[in-house]
Each structure stands twice: as structure tokens, then as C-alpha cells.
């Protein structure tokens, strides 16, 4: 939380006040990977999947049961490393939504979306856009 961590190593930066997302890559389903983008001033998750295929009910579902658990574990976590003076504990879960297909790159190989999930991190994390990002590129 006060960034002393690792003690070989330590960066100083504080949950909330300096680091204010989390990337996480999440299996779902035993071999289909998703990216999602906790934001933690915000209480919300984005996810971020490449391969949404036919959009149902159903697997629209299995994306979000699979995230809910995050949704409920995140405030929890924050209650318990981040002081109230710098985020009021809530009990309320994240709120999350699955990104539209049109600003996610989509992966029409099978068996790639664990590569498309690490990239989606590092293009998150760096602030640059998902241009370029393909198959053919990947």
C-alpha cells in the first residue's frame, strides 16, 4: 500500500493516490484468457476480450460471472490496505462491463487470446492505442 515493497525494491507509490489501476489477465472457462482494467478510483473494471464471437445472454453471462468475483474481492482488498482518509471504505461492489467488439481488437485464431490478453496489458498500461493489433501482427 505505501510502496516499501519489495524491501530490495521499493517504489514509494501508494495505492489510490499514485497507482490508480490494476491490470489482471483471467482465465475463464478453462482455456479462454480476458483482459481486465481495474480502475480504482473509479470502482470500475473494463473487459477487455478477443474473442466475443456470437454476443448472447449466455456468453455474456460467462464473462460476467467469471468477473464478479473481482467486482466483490477489489473493495474488500481496498478496506483493508487503503487508510478512509484516502478511500471512504464501501462495501459496494465494482461495477464492470465487457468493452464492445468495436474498440477490442478481435482474434479469429483460436488459441491466441492469452497473447491478445498480454498485449491488451501492455498497451493499457503504456497508454497507447490497440492500431495495428491483429493477427497478422500478433
Not at 481486465?36 to 454476443?55: C, F, K, M, N, T
Not at 468475483?69 to 461492489?93: D, T
Request: net charge neutral; charged share 20%; aromatic share 8%.
Amino acid at each position: 500500500m505505501n510502496g516499501k515493497m519489495p524491501q530490495d525494491q521499493p517504489t514509494g507509490l501508494k495505492w489510490i493516490e499514485d497507482v490508480g489501476k490494476l491490470y489482471l489477465v483471467l482465465q475463464t472457462g478453462g482455456d479462454h484468457w480476458i483482459t481486465l482494467e481495474a480502475d480504482l478510483r473509479r470502482s470500475h473494471i473494463d473487459v477487455y476480450d478477443s474473442i466475443v464471437g456470437q454476443v448472447t445472454p449466455e456468453s455474456e453471462a460467462k464473462i460476467m460471472n467469471s468477473v464478479k468475483p473481482f467486482a466483490q474481492m477489489l473493495p474488500a482488498m481496498l478496506n483493508a490496505l487503503v487508510p478512509a482518509e484516502i478511500r471512504p471504505h464501501s462495501k459496494a461492489m465494482f461495477s464492470f462491463r465487457r468493452k464492445s467488439i468495436s474498440k477490442v481488437p478481435q482474434n479469429r485464431n483460436p488459441g491466441d487470446c492469452g497473447v491478445y490478453s498480454l498485449k491488451y496489458v501492455e498497451c493499457l498500461a503504456l497508454g497507447v492505442s490497440f492500431d495495428g493489433l491483429c493477427d497478422e501482427n500478433i
